[in-house]
């Protein structure tokens, strides 16, 4: 394991990646905090996160980083692929970046802003395209991902004749499910991302890479 997080060090501009990373986890955190404002779901993680967080009562930063952590011991047993800085970088800093800026939000937004469904659906479009934008970025830059994220590859993996993106759509189903129990309400931005989301990224990811070179 020392071994792999040492390797990422001798990477080909390791600190200009370990930036970007850096700034695309926070944008992420910043994108979600707006989906969640304008409440037409998020994607399946977070949902689950938010739910459990509220149903335990701690804030969603402290979950999130608990929550990733028992996942990163699982991808640990597994083997530890596809894990790096951007692992530890996806594990701390998106969920406490999702509750500082709800928390920035809740004090600078004029109260019942959100009650116009123009307003809502004008903010989502941009926060949608950010998120996708910002989580192409981070996996692209290929400094390890999520233990999310890594879970279905290992699944994958062990099921060599599924198709990943049917694996990821029912992994992804399957943790929106859980957020249901937990009280959480999917909307249409959860069903988008369960269906379409890592086709997208990854196409998004393709385009990227022509115009920048991050491997």
Request: proline content about 5%; charged content about 15%; hydrophobic content about 60%.
């Amino acid at each position: 394991m020392k071994e792999l997080f040492l390797n990422f060090f001798r990477k080909k501009h390791f600190w200009p990646r370990l930036a970007v990373v850096v700034a695309a986890v926070i944008l992420m955190g910043f994108s979600i905090s707006w989906l969640l404002l304008v409440d037409f779901g998020a994607d399946p993680c977070t949902l689950l996160n938010v739910a459990v967080s509220d149903t335990i009562g701690i804030s969603l930063g402290s979950w999130q980083a608990l929550f990733n952590l028992i996942l990163f011991v699982i991808v640990i047993f597994f083997g530890g692929k596809n894990l790096g800085l951007g692992t530890v970088a996806n594990m701390l800093l998106v969920g406490y970046s999702i509750d500082f800026f709800s928390f920035l939000w809740e004090r600078i937004l004029p109260r019942g802003l959100f009650s116009s469904i123009g307003v809502r659906v004008a903010v989502l479009i941009p926060a949608l395209a950010l998120f996708i934008l910002a989580a192409a970025v981070y996996i692209d830059v290929d400094m390890g991902t999520s233990p999310f994220d890594a879970l279905p590859i290992i699944i994958s993996e062990h099921l060599p004749k599924i198709p990943f993106r049917l694996v990821r759509i029912a992994y992804d189903g399957a943790v929106t499910a859980i957020g249901m129990i937990f009280g959480g309400m999917p909307g249409v931005v959860t069903v988008v991302m369960v269906l379409a989301l890592g086709p997208v990224i990854s196409w998004v990811g393709e385009k990227i890479n022509k115009r920048f070179d991050f491997k």
